[in-house]
T-cell receptor
Framework: GDSVTQTEGLVTLTEGLPVMLNCTYQ???????LFWYVHYLNESPWLLLR?????KRTEHQGFHATLHKSSSSFHLQKSSAQLSDSALYYC?????????????FGKGTQLIIQP | GPKVLQIPSHQIIDMGQMVTLNCDPV?????FYWYKQILGQQMEFLVN????????KSKLFKDQFSVERPDGSYFTLKIQPTALEDSAVYFC????????????FGKGTRLTVV
């Protein structure tokens, strides 16, 4: 079945440094759609980014990611980390319709930004 | 923005008892979901629900689980009887459609079976 791998469980960075959170996936569907969700403690997870077409960059709130089907990756990046970026980040995959039907999540990466 | 409300936020229950987790989805949404997250692990899909019916369920959706949304009220997940391995955070979610549609999640209900 589908799977999503986030290699880092915890990333600690100093404010102002660039952020990169890794996400790779496996799916039998050629039309995979990838998502990044953000989860602040005691809040609801919410959608940060959704993939576009292959090799096309998508951006939102200073973060960006590019779906690379050749490497099955959708890494999340930001040029300069802010304290408010500290949260749990989940990469998720939707295999065929690209939407809500059934999301497969990675284990999440806890991002901590220090002053 | 749109909110999914989950009631209660925490629930402690004796093994073997029944529990009902309640979810108030976004008002105009038509598709509803439950996900389960055991401590330290990823969120895993349980079930999706549309037009009064279960559309798809995972192997985690045991026979002891059931979902319903009677007359447009709460979307509920019932576990009867509960087992120790049912202890987890259960997230409800909803969406307006399926294809390429944003999913909105609740804050989760932490269920502890003792």
């Amino acid at each position: 079945g589908d799977s999503v791998t986030q290699t880092e469980g915890l990333v600690t960075l100093t404010e102002g440094l660039p952020v990169m959170l890794n996400c790779t996936y496996q799916t039998i569907y050629s039309n995979a759609f990838l998502f990044w969700y953000v989860h602040y403690l005691n809040e609801s997870p919410w959608l940060l980014l959704r993939s576009s077409t292959d090799n096309k960059r998508t951006e939102h709130q200073g973060f960006h990611a590019t779906l690379h089907k050749s490497s099955s990756s959708f890494h999340l990046q930001k040029s300069s980390a802010q304290l408010s970026d500290s949260a749990l980040y989940y990469c998720a995959l939707s295999g065929y319709t690209g939407g809500a039907d059934r999301l497969t999540f990675g284990k999440g990466t806890q991002l901590i930004i220090q002053p | 923005g749109p909110k999914v409300l989950q009631i209660p936020s925490h629930q402690i229950i004796d093994m073997g008892q029944m529990v009902t987790l309640n979810c108030d989805p976004v008002s105009n949404h038509l598709y509803f979901y439950w996900y389960k997250q055991i401590l330290g692990q990823q969120m895993e899909f349980l079930v999706n629900f549309y037009n009064g019916k279960v559309m798809e369920k995972s192997k985690l959706f045991k026979d002891q689980f059931s979902v319903e949304r009677p007359d447009g009220s709460y979307f509920t997940l019932k576990i009867q009887p509960t087992a120790l391995e049912d202890s987890a955070v259960y997230f409800c979610a909803s969406s307006a459609g399926q294809a390429n549609t944003e999913v909105f999640f609740g804050k989760g209900t932490r269920l502890t079976v003792v």
